[in-house]
Each structure stands twice: as C-alpha cells, then as structure tokens.
C-alpha cells in the first residue's frame, strides 16, 4: 500500500472519529431566512487589542505578560506580521487599563515623560508611562507593512484631579492629545479611529468620570479632531466610553454630548469572570450560562442608540472572556473557542459592527503565544470568521437542542450563505438538514452505511469531487482540538493540526468538499463553518 493510501485511511479515521464515538445522534432542521438581513456587521468585524502592561504586571502569583506591550513587544518577528497580514485587514486597538495615564513625549509637557513603574499609590499599582516618538514611529512603520486598522485609545484623565473614593473632576486638557495627533497628521499616519478613555464611565474601574463632565469632553475632543484633520479628506471616527454597560449613564452620554459627536459607542465584555475562577471550563460549555449573561446585553446596546444616538454604531472594544489576564490553560486553548465565536455569533444578530479581542498578544487570553507568536487556537478561530462570515446577518431557527448553536451570514465575497456550527454537547452528534423555508435544501437524514471509497471521497476534498462527478459541492471547515485534549494548543482543521509551516508562514486553511445536497454532520465538542454557495438568499445578492 502506497504512503499516499495509507495517509488517506488515517485522515478519513481521524475525521469519523468523533462520530463514531458518539453516545446519541440527533437529526435537525435549521431554517433559514434569506429574503432580509436582520443585522449587519462592518467589513473588518475582528478585531485584537494591544495593551500597556509592562513585565511586572501580574495576577494570582503569575505574571502573564512578559515583554507584549506596546512599549516593548518585539515589531520585528516574521511570524508576528505575518500573523496580522494572514487577515490582510485586521483591526488593532492600542489601549487598556494602563491608557488613561499614558503621557505623548512631544510639544510643551508640564511633566516628565517617564516609563511605568511599580508603585503603591498609582492606577492599577503603576506610576504614569510614556510614548516615546520614536516608539510611536516603530509602531506605525509595522501597522503599514502589515495592513492594520488602527484604532488609538487616549488618555481621558490628562490634566483632571483625583476628588475622593475613584472619582476624577476638573476639565480634561486636551493639549496633549492635540500636540500628539498634529505629529501624527505631520508625519502622514494613518489612524482609522481614536477611543476616549478606558472603562471610566459608570462606576468605573479603577477610576470613574461622571457623565457630565465625559460628555463636555468629548465635544471638546471632537473639536480638536476637527481642526486637526481640517485639510484631510477623511477624519477619523470617535469612539467612547470603553466601558461596562450601564444603560443610564450610556443614554445620557448621548444626550450630553449631542448628535453627531460620538460616532462609536464602544463597551467592554468579561461576562467568564477572574481568571482563576474554578467554573471557567463549565461555564464555556453551558448554553445557558452563555446566552444569560450577555444576549440581552447586546440587544440593549442596540436598542440604547436606536433611541439616543441613531447617528452611532456599537462595537465590542475589549473582551477576554476572563478578566484579569485570562485563564491558565484555558484562554489559550482550544475550548475558548467555543465562547470566543459564539460571541461572535451573538454579538453579529445585534448589530455590532466590530469586536475586539483582549488580547492580540499578551497575559493568557493573546491569540499569540508572547514569546513565540505562534498562533493559539483562537486565532485560526479569528481567521476562519474573517474569511467566510460576511457583512450580512440572516434569520434564523431550529428544532436543534440548545446545545447547537448556529450562526448564519452571507458569504463573504462571494455568492450563498456561510453557516456558523457550535455543537456544546459532549454526547450527541448533530445530523443538521438545511431549508430555507419554502424547501429542504440539505436533508438530515441518518447516515447509510457507504463503501470505504465513497467516504473517503466525501470527507477529502481532493480525491475524486470534482465537476465531472456530476454534483455541486459544499465547503466544510470542522474543527477540533488535538488528541481529543478540549484544553489543547493545538486546533485541528480537518483533522490536520494548524501550526506554523516550516517556513514559518501561517498554514493554508483548506476545506474538505461535499455534495451540496447531503446531510451535514457536527460532532459533539467541535465547531464548524458550512459554506452553501448556492443557497437561494436575496438579502446577500
């Protein structure tokens, strides 16, 4: 037997496994509705946070962060920009807790501009850092070279005063700010969008700002964006608060800035709880636990701006599932997946147009590894929904257990629909048929017992279905973690590990084929995306 035949029975074994061991297998319909989009997201949906933190930033005995921040992350790793350019364009946003007392080391400071230090009386136990231009220069040189959309969190505490308990008073002094955004207007970089402050709205964390005084700042942050990009053909959007939901103070941030001023109302999500909390792992697999803590969230922000500030769009601005750097051996592994697209999904139904993920590299929740850049399961998570989920949100229903989540967008770039599948149960296989309520188009019909050559030319791609076999093809992306691990670093495609390729490039993510009229089956604990490129749905012409 020839090395080519034997790798093909190993791969279709690795690929029938979780079927075959599964305990029940269950049929269902999902229905969806192609005549209408019932929400739409921005182009560049997915989005990576960069942080501040230096070394010594650290949580339950571990310090997580090494050298990832800004001021320090190494710019010059191949497989860091390759990793950004594998998107081709990936939203970044710089900031995080340390943001608001960031000082920009050009024009007239009343201070020194020095790095963060440890100290008992700082936020967050740090002194205030500084951005250095020549850093600023480094940065920008890399986000050109690697396409980046660059979203820049300021500092909303600049010249303000510490009143009692967290609270801050006083004007905002925007000097600094303008000072900082005319070097980088002089020095041609692009910025799609700059954020006001970091979770200080509401009670806040770590400090707060009232709503009175956030919302005469940023008419006066509005003005300065104003006047220095006056010559430019386009301004930058501005975002705001970057905080926790709070539906009073969010309304009424609308109300005192005034239409027209805020163009983005961003808010943060951490709904895991800390990052050493013993539930982490149940809670990721309990749909109930899921859809409870944040479906309504989302559907509330939404309907915030339709009422208050119909001018503005909603984005996720920061959301690491677990706060407090994340979850040892459980952010960076294959099982956060599960939460991280499921609030994607979730998210989408709701119209927020972006969603950024804490972080791009950094404590236990980075898409990368700190130190090598390697990919964490996550980030391929990330890719996939970049590539396939296009702009367009359809309706839809199912008879489907509450442990299959199922998410559906217009393709992207492309004609038909993409079907995003999350199968929670730890039991059950999923037999899904398809329609689109006038007709069947897929049929979830048990599985019949077929010849060796037939499955094998079913589950890869590459052996036998092509145009000549007389049917239209369907593209499957199934993944799973390695070794059947629900906390492996290792993510299959397939049943092939993705993992850097021995040039170091990020490795291709092929799908397998099948007849487009055949049942699709989901394991139980793997996720997958079903592109359908020739469902009939008007809404995605």
């Not at 205030?128 to 979203?151: P, Q, S």
């Not at 954020?195 to 003005?223: H, M, P, R, T």
Request: aromatic fraction near 12%.
């Amino acid at each position: 037997m020839s090395n080519n035949v034997c790798f093909l029975v190993f791969l279709s074994c690795l690929l029938l496994l979780g079927v075959t061991s599964a305990t029940n297998m269950e049929q269902t319909t999902i229905v969806i509705d192609g005549s209408r989009q019932i929400a739409e997201i921005d182009e560049n949906f997915v989005c990576a946070t960069l942080d501040w933190w230096p070394p010594e930033k650290c949580n339950y005995d571990q310090c997580p962060w090494g050298y990832a921040s800004l001021i320090n992350l190494n710019f010059s790793s191949p497989l860091l920009a390759k990793a950004i350019q594998a998107f081709k364009t990936l939203r970044i946003r710089i900031g995080g807790s340390l943001q608001d007392q960031v000082i920009y080391d050009v024009g007239d400071l009343k201070t020194p501009c020095t790095q963060f230090k440890k100290t008992d009386d700082g936020l967050f136990g740090f002194s205030k850092g500084c951005l250095y231009m020549d850093r600023w220069d480094e940065l920008n040189r890399f986000f050109h070279a690697t396409g980046a959309i660059v979203t820049f969190g300021l500092n909303a505490l600049y010249g303000k005063e510490k009143l009692g308990g967290n609270a801050y008073g006083g004007e905002w002094d925007h000097t600094n700010t303008q000072d900082f955004m005319n070097y980088t207007v002089s020095k041609g970089y692009a910025i799609d969008s700059w954020e006001f402050g970091n979770e200080l709205s509401g009670s806040g964390i770590g400090a707060s700002v009232s709503v009175e005084l956030y919302g005469s700042d940023l008419k006066v942050l509005k003005d300065v964006i104003n006047n220095v990009y006056k010559s430019s053909r386009t301004k930058p959007l501005l975002l705001a608060p970057g905080g926790f939901y709070e539906e009073k103070w969010y309304s009424e941030l609308f109300r005192l800035s005034g239409p027209g001023v805020l163009d983005v109302m961003t808010h943060h999500i951490y709904n895991l709880g800390p990052g050493n909390d013993p539930k982490l792992v149940s809670r990721i697999l309990d749909p109930k636990y899921l859809s409870g803590t944040v479906s309504g969230l989302f559907k509330n922000v939404d309907r915030t701006i339709q009422e208050h500030g119909p001018w503005a769009s909603a984005w996720v601005g920061e959301a690491g599932g677990a706060f407090n750097s994340g979850g040892r051996q459980v952010s960076d592994t294959f099982i956060n997946s599960f939460w991280y697209l499921d609030q994607f999904g979730m998210s989408s139904m709701h119209n927020t147009k972006v969603y950024c993920r804490q972080a791009l590299v950094g404590g236990f929740y980075g898409l990368l590894e700190k130190e090598t850049f390697v990919p964490n399961p996550d980030y391929y998570s990330a890719l996939l929904w970049h590539r396939l989920m296009g702009k367009g949100v359809l309706g839809v229903q199912t008879n489907a257990s509450e442990y299959l989540r199922t998410y559906v967008h217009c393709s992207k770039g492309r004609a038909g629909i993409t079907i995003l599948l999350i199968n929670l149960s730890k039991q059950t296989t999923f037999t899904v048929g398809v329609s689109n309520g006038l007709k069947v188009v897929l049929q979830a019909e048990p599985r019949k017992r077929r010849s060796f050559l037939e499955t094998i030319k079913s589950k890869v791609s590459w052996v036998g279905n092509k145009a000549s076999d007389g049917y239209m093809n369907r593209e499957e992306y199934h993944l799973s973690p390695k070794d059947g691990d629900l906390r492996s670093k290792i993510m299959l495609l397939n049943g092939n590990p993705l993992e850097p390729t021995v040039t170091g490039d990020i490795p291709k993510l092929e799908p397998v084929k099948q007849g487009v009229k055949s049942p699709v089956y989901i394991s139980p604990l793997t996720i997958s995306f079903i592109v359908l490129p020739t469902f009939d749905a008007p809404a995605c012409s």
